[in-house]
């Protein structure tokens, strides 16, 4: 196993962990409100389809984000009406919004297409393209040079291959990404509505009494949420693939939630656990590297289903403990 082979895999591991990483921060603010949100499977799919759709018609990446976003939000409302104003069982609310998704994304894109439930292939400015930043070698170089992009990395240095494959060449989604998960640090543990939304999920009638409301917070929560899965969707359709196809997200949204317990609701946790669980996915792509560290054939269905099984098993309550929020799941009624 070469140096080279290393940094390419840990590539594939970032471009796979992206969504779970935007999915995982999504049920991060939902979830440390108090809103449990087991529908981001379904927001993501939503998103996912619109994102590529919108790309296809009208040929630009950016119109297909706003639309992914855009529809990703419309189920954060629908699940913030039934869990919030209306007090219903959240978890109940997620599983109706992913069966929504999932059979409304089919339907609809075999009646505008009419290709089987999926989206024409997008292409040029329909798609994300890679961002190459200063000094990496890239397409743009190695076209220059008139040499194939893959001998001009093979024959760099360690440090340049680190910075060419592993840092430059991903999609502006990618960074992002970490920028989100800056961010997200930032906004629940430095500012004044962070320490709210933080305080709701776990005392609400503390917030109430404070003259908060908490119903605000919650759907403040819950459309963040949505924005972050509208990214997460989009990211799939018009960066990591060039279309939509039925169930395309394939259980992710579970994924990021067992990476969200994992990462026991903190933001940087959380990255850091997809990224894990993108490393597992991305060993798929990649049996020959297994089977030269074990010496052994592995069957390419096992590695297929790591992530799952380690799924299972954060689940399971194996990988430490790990405590909610208090008042996680529970409709707050006012007190009168």
Not at 95 to 107: C, D, E, K
Not at 142 to 156: F, K, N, V, Y
Not at 217 to 243: E, K
Request: proline fraction near 4%.
């Amino acid at each position: 196993m070469e140096f080279l082979d290393i940094v390419q895999l840990l590539d594939t591991s970032i471009r796979l962990g992206t969504p779970l990483l935007f999915a995982c921060l999504a049920g991060l603010f939902s979830e440390r409100s108090g809103v449990v949100d087991i529908g981001l499977e379904g927001k993501m799919l939503i998103a996912a389809f619109f994102s590529a759709a919108a790309a296809f018609y009208t040929g630009n990446a950016w119109l297909g984000l706003l639309a992914g976003i855009a529809a990703s939000m419309v189920l954060a409302v629908i699940h913030g009406l039934a869990s919030i104003t209306f007090r219903g069982n959240q978890l109940i609310s997620g599983v109706a919004i992913n069966f929504l998704a999932a059979g409304m994304t089919v339907l609809v894109a075999q009646s505008w297409f009419k290709q089987g439930g999926r989206t024409p292939p997008l292409t040029g400015n329909g798609r994300f393209g890679n961002v190459e930043l200063p000094f990496a070698i890239g397409p743009t170089e190695a076209e220059a040079a008139g040499r194939p992009l893959s001998q001009m990395i093979g024959e760099a240095g360690p440090i340049q291959q680190l910075y060419s494959e592993l840092i430059s060449g991903h999609s502006i989604l990618v960074y992002l990404g970490v920028l989100a998960v800056v961010a997200t640090w930032w906004i629940l543990f430095r500012t004044r509505f962070g320490l709210r939304l933080r305080a709701v999920g776990e005392n609400p009638a503390a917030v109430d009494t404070a003259g908060v409301s908490v119903i605000q917070l919650r759907y403040a929560a819950v459309l963040i949420c949505g924005v972050l899965c509208g990214l997460a969707g989009a990211y799939m359709a018009t960066s990591l693939q060039a279309g939509f196809v039925k169930d395309m997200t394939a259980g992710r949204g579970f994924i990021a939630l067992a990476a969200l317990i994992f990462a026991k609701w903190r933001p940087v946790y959380a990255m850091w656990a997809c990224l894990l669980f993108g490393f597992f996915q991305a060993l798929e792509t990649r049996p020959d590297l297994i089977e030269a560290v074990i010496g052994m054939k592995v069957q390419i269905q096992l590695l297929g289903a790591l992530p799952y099984i380690l799924t299972v098993v954060i689940l399971a309550g194996f990988i430490g403990k790990a405590i909610p929020p208090k008042a996680s799941a529970e409709p707050y009624i006012k007190e009168r």
